[in-house]
């Protein structure tokens, strides 16, 4: 009984070194797993600062972004505006211009008009040409005439001062 015995107990050690050098591996196998979660959490833990640290400057420079946002928009605004209020006035200067050409149309095509009725009440230019031959021809003939009665009138005059002295030398002889 003792050498069974004696076996049983070495059995029972035997299966105590199994079962301690089960739970030795187990043991090493946690701490293993263990030293790989915390190589993991240092890794997650480095990735999560670098990340807040990116996220830190980020949020620093979000307000100049923001600024920077507000005056592009601002003035992309402005130019925007100064543009259609261009445009407004490129309308309307167009507007102002068609409504003159309109005008200066409608004169011209009255002035047209006025021209035409003109041109048609003036006489052909031969009309005038013989209209001025004939009154050159008058005036000719009436010159002549002119110069003749002038002439005529010249002698009568001489006549009639004469008849003056005539008289003026009788009157005289008749008064003395």
């Known amino acids: 009984m003792n050498k069974q015995l004696l076996d049983q107990v070495q059995q029972a050690l035997q299966v105590n070194r199994d079962t301690i050098a089960r739970q030795k591996q187990i043991i090493q196998w946690r701490e293993q797993e263990i030293k790989t979660k915390e ?13 807040a640290a990116s996220q830190a400057q980020e949020l620093k420079a979000l307000p100049s972004l923001f600024a920077d946002l507000k005056i592009s928009l601002n003035g992309t605004t402005t130019a925007y505006q100064n543009w259609m209020e ?14 003159e050409l309109i005008k200066v149309a409608n004169r011209q095509l009255e002035l047209t008009k006025v021209l035409t009725s003109y041109q048609q009440d003036i006489p052909s230019l031969e009309n005038l040409k013989a209209d001025t031959i004939k009154i050159e021809s008058d005036l000719a003939k009436s010159q002549t005439q002119t110069n003749s009665s002038k002439s005529l009138m010249m002698t009568t005059q001489s006549a009639i001062e004469k008849q003056v002295t005539d008289l003026s030398q009788l009157l005289q002889q008749l008064e003395s």
């Open 86 to 99: 261009a445009q407004k006035m490129r309308q309307d200067s167009q507007k102002r211009l068609t409504d």
């Open 39 to 51: 190589s993991h959490i240092a890794q997650l833990t480095e990735s999560l600062n670098q990340l």
